[in-house]
Structure formats: C-alpha cells, structure tokens
C-alpha cells in the first residue's frame, strides 16, 4: 500500500518553474501526475515507470515539464519550466502497479500550482 503526499505547491509568474513533489511509498509503483483545474475535468500530466527509465508526457506540458523519481527517498518529482496561466491547477500523484494501463490504485490529496499572468 502507498500513501502519497505531494508538495511544492504555489503561486508563480508565468514563464517561471516550479519543482512539486510526491513523496510516500512509492519505490516499487510507476507514479503519475494529473491536474484539475476548477470547472474542467482531470488531466493526465505525465507518469514514471519504477525504475525512472520509462516516462511519458501530455502533449500540452511536452517540452516543458519533467518527472524524475529518487527511490532512494521514495519520491517522484515534478519540474515545471515555462509555466503557463493554464498550468494553474490542483495537482496530484498517483501510484499503480502497471505503467501505462491500469487503473491508479493510490493517490494523493493534492497541491495547488497557481500561476498568475
């Protein structure tokens, strides 16, 4: 079982960065990030497979964001470049056993990304 708590979270200028991370029992589980932001159903954002050699990315965040995993610290990271007054949402992790099928068996509470224009 992971319980996962992400972190990281805030207010930033659009064109800045932002790095949130997900922390928990997630060494052994391929991770994925989603979004939601108010009025608009979640989104898949990018996910990891266990071992960080496998990763895939929304076309909309392509090129601008990056996941990284240390399970040394049983942590998987997101970094933000280049945000975007649309990036604004409430992210949230989310762990499975499978890496691109499946349901997420575990997830997160959420961190909220605001960016401003």
């Known amino acids: 079982q992971a319980q996962l708590v992400e972190s990281g979270g805030g207010l930033v200028q659009a064109g800045g960065s932002l790095r949130i991370s997900c922390a928990g029992s997630?060494?052994?589980?391929?991770v994925g990030w989603f979004r939601q932001a108010p009025g608009k159903e979640r989104e898949f954002v990018a996910a990891i497979n266990w071992s960080g050699g496998g990763t895939v990315y929304a076309n909309s965040v392509k090129g601008r964001f990056t996941i990284s995993r240390d399970n040394t610290k049983n942590t998987v990271y997101l970094q933000m470049n280049s945000l975007k007054p649309e990036d604004t949402a409430i992210y949230r992790c989310a762990a499975r056993s499978t890496f691109l099928t499946g349901p997420y068996s575990y997830w997160g509470q959420g961190t909220q990304v605001t960016v401003s224009s």
């Open positions: 997630v060494r052994t589980f391929n």
